[in-house]
């Protein structure tokens, strides 16, 4: 795991030197220079599904995370699961998988 505020923003030479026959052979031979690039980060829980929870000692407080590359896709279930969750403290669609009492996900938070 890495810490992101020690992620370094700039591209490296090394990482296009090593993304570029990648390319080729995806692409072809006919890849021009580089336009742009963009660093992403993304999280995951340990057992990579959802976390969806109020926290054990403020529950005014939810945490809602573990979504990676896959989270855009289930925005609207997330977000519905999390608004029921500040407004009525629980909500019906939200699996116990989701949940911080679940051993799989990172455990509960001090």
Do not use: W
């Amino acid at each position: 795991m890495s810490d992101p505020r020690e992620i370094t923003p700039e591209l490296l030479p090394e990482d296009e030197e090593n993304l570029r026959p990648f390319l080729g052979q995806l692409f072809g031979t006919q890849i021009g220079e580089r336009a742009a690039f963009k660093t992403c980060l993304y999280e995951n829980t340990a057992d990579r599904h959802f976390l969806i929870d109020r926290h054990p000692q403020r529950p005014n407080i939810v945490l809602a995370f573990g979504g990676s590359g896959h989270g855009f896709k289930f925005c609207s279930v997330v977000g519905e699961m999390t608004a029921d969750l500040a407004e009525k403290g629980h909500s019906a669609l939200r699996p116990e998988i989701f949940t911080l009492r679940n051993p799989g996900s990172y455990g509960s938070l001090s």
